[in-house]
């Protein structure tokens, strides 16, 4: 079976992040013997949602939600990633109907079954405000920022069954995987750094022509609203929706799992209290909007700022080599007041805030591992590239952040437009 060419990114909670009956039910689900388990996670998952598509009508979401997850063991704690088919499913189909066209929307999904669809997920969001899903979803690439909560020795590359890369053992179920797994805190520490650099960097390059004060934007916010009338739309593409199909996550290889004593500043081990809605006490609310493959910004936030040059100005500092990286790299990631780089770790940051402190953080390449032949697979190194520019922002090496970035970017565009081959 061909499974599809997406990554997910997964945050996999400890037991005890789980309220009763939920706790005991996972901790059952991981002893089970008949559980669905490493690449036959992947097929179960698939085939499941195969069905739901190809039934007349299509079943938009299952109707009840499913009792699968991805199960992580590491120092002999149980971590879970539920699958959430149901949720993420209507989430899918909200978002299909927000981003295309009415009329094509509907040869994908009769407008009958879509608003069925959208008046079964207001009744249950009625009763379960929290519409955190712990897996997101990107079809036919990787989004630049999900690449920030990781270091370059977390990666674990699987290539026919052996361990290629520098960690992990040759595995039989596993034939051909690319991963990296940290902690949460690790991750948390990361994509703070990450934004403080960008934002840094940027400053000092957004007001290289004026001494006016920038403009103020703010962008429109909000989630996105079905046609009829139906609950926001979040999360990332379930299985038979806009990806379907997961990677298989279980055991992790030696190294990936969460260091025995957390590092300075993590949250003592134990329960986290919830308060309604999911959320964790003293944690910001979070609606896990998705917008794309990423988790949306709050609504009405302000985006910064930036100026664009005055008409016949001349820019100043032109001489400076720091200037000219500063204006290259202000210019390559705007198309905005505020850099969608920004944007994107901001909401990463946001969705990360959701979970237990002790929780895994999983990236999978998934499926695009079937879109890179070998070669291709040993020498991406996009985590290290990421670091990398994220440190020339910091020490001022502003044209090496540059360099990365646009190499980044280009790499992926180029494995992006696959997608429109014929």
Same mark, same amino acid.
């Given at each position: 079976?061909?499974?599809?060419?997406?990554?997910?990114?997964?945050?996999?909670?400890?037991?005890?992040?789980?309220?009763?009956?939920?706790?005991?039910?996972?901790?059952?689900?991981?002893?089970?013997?008949?559980?669905?388990?490493?690449?036959?996670?992947?097929?179960?998952?698939?085939?499941?949602?195969?069905?739901? @598509?190809?039934?007349?009508?299509?079943?938009?979401?299952?109707?009840?939600?499913?009792?699968?997850?991805?199960?992580?063991?590491?120092?002999?704690?149980?971590?879970?990633?539920?699958?959430?088919?149901? #949720?993420?499913?209507?989430?899918?189909?909200?978002?299909?109907?927000?981003?295309?066209?009415?009329?094509?929307?509907?040869?994908?999904?009769?407008?009958?079954?879509?608003?069925?669809?959208?008046?079964?997920?207001?009744?249950?969001?009625?009763?379960?405000? !929290?519409?955190?899903?712990?897996?997101?979803?990107?079809?036919?690439?990787?989004?630049?920022?999900?690449?920030?909560?990781?270091?370059?020795?977390?990666?674990?590359?699987?290539?026919?069954?052996?361990?290629?890369?520098?960690?992990?053992?040759?595995?039989?179920?596993?034939?051909?995987?690319?991963?990296?797994?940290?902690?949460?805190?690790?991750?948390?520490?990361?994509?703070?750094?990450?934004?403080?650099?960008?934002?840094?960097?940027?400053?000092?390059?957004?007001?290289?022509?004026?001494?006016?004060?920038?403009?103020?934007?703010?962008?429109?916010?909000?989630?996105?609203?079905?046609?009829?009338?139906?609950?926001?739309?979040?999360?990332?593409?379930?299985?038979?929706?806009?990806?379907?199909?997961?990677?298989?996550?279980? !055991?992790?290889?030696?190294?990936?799992?969460?260091?025995?004593?957390?590092?300075?500043?993590?949250?003592?081990?134990?329960?986290?209290?919830?308060?309604?809605?999911?959320?964790?006490?003293?944690?910001?609310?979070?609606?896990?909007?998705?917008?794309?493959?990423?988790?949306?910004?709050?609504?009405?936030?302000?985006?910064?700022?930036?100026?664009?040059?005055?008409?016949?100005?001349?820019?100043?500092?032109?001489?400076?080599?720091?200037?000219?990286?500063?204006?290259?790299?202000?210019?390559?990631?705007?198309?905005?007041? @505020?850099?969608?780089?920004?944007?994107?770790?901001?909401?990463?940051?946001?969705?990360?805030?959701?979970?237990?402190?002790?929780?895994?953080?999983?990236?999978?390449?998934?499926? #695009?591992?079937? #879109?890179?032949?070998?070669?291709?697979?040993?020498?991406?190194?996009?985590?290290?590239?990421?670091?990398?520019?994220?440190?020339?922002?910091?020490?001022?090496?502003?044209?090496?952040?540059?360099?990365?970035?646009?190499?980044?970017?280009?790499?992926?565009?180029?494995?992006?437009?696959?997608?429109?081959? !014929?």
């Amino acid at each position: 079976m061909v499974l599809p060419y997406a990554a997910y990114l997964r945050v996999y909670e400890p037991l005890i992040a789980f309220g009763e009956p939920d706790r005991s039910r996972w901790a059952e689900y991981a002893a089970s013997t008949c559980r669905p388990r490493g690449v036959h996670a992947v097929v179960t998952e698939h085939e499941e949602a195969v069905r739901r @598509l190809i039934a007349v009508p299509p079943i938009i979401a299952p109707v009840r939600e499913s009792e699968h997850a991805y199960v992580r063991q590491a120092e002999g704690i149980i971590y879970i990633s539920p699958w959430q088919t149901r #949720l993420r499913s209507w989430l899918a189909l909200g978002r299909l109907r927000a981003t295309l066209p009415e009329a094509l929307a509907d040869n994908f999904v009769p407008r009958q079954v879509a608003d069925l669809a959208a008046a079964d997920f207001a009744r249950w969001h009625s009763r379960s405000p !929290s519409i955190r899903t712990h897996i997101l979803t990107a079809t036919w690439h990787v989004p630049l920022a999900w690449f920030v909560p990781f270091g370059p020795p977390e990666r674990w590359l699987v290539l026919d069954g052996r361990a290629a890369s520098d960690a992990g053992p040759a595995t039989a179920e596993a034939t051909r995987t690319l991963t990296y797994v940290t902690t949460m805190v690790q991750a948390r520490r990361r994509v703070a750094r990450a934004l403080g650099a960008v934002r840094r960097g940027l400053s000092r390059g957004s007001r290289p022509y004026s001494d006016d004060p920038p403009p103020q934007g703010t962008a429109a916010g909000g989630a996105h609203r079905w046609p009829g009338g139906a609950a926001p739309v979040a999360g990332s593409a379930p299985p038979g929706s806009a990806a379907p199909g997961s990677a298989p996550a279980g !055991s992790g290889p030696p190294g990936s799992g969460p260091p025995s004593a957390a590092p300075p500043g993590a949250a003592p081990p134990g329960p986290v209290q919830r308060r309604a809605g999911g959320r964790h006490a003293g944690e910001r609310r979070h609606e896990d909007t998705a917008r794309g493959s990423e988790v949306p910004p709050r609504h009405g936030a302000t985006r910064g700022h930036g100026e664009a040059p005055r008409h016949g100005a001349a820019p100043r500092h032109a001489a400076d080599p720091a200037r000219r990286g500063t204006d290259a790299l202000a210019a390559a990631l705007s198309g905005n007041p @505020l850099p969608a780089a920004v944007t994107e770790i901001e909401d990463l940051g946001r969705w990360l805030e959701e979970f237990h402190p002790r929780a895994i953080v999983e990236l999978d390449y998934g499926g #695009l591992v079937y #879109l890179m032949d070998d070669e291709a697979l040993r020498a991406d190194q996009s985590v290290a590239e990421v670091a990398a520019a994220i440190t020339g922002l910091e020490t001022g090496e502003l044209e090496l952040a540059l360099a990365m970035y646009q190499r980044l970017r280009t790499r992926w565009r180029a494995l992006r437009d696959a997608e429109f081959a !014929s």
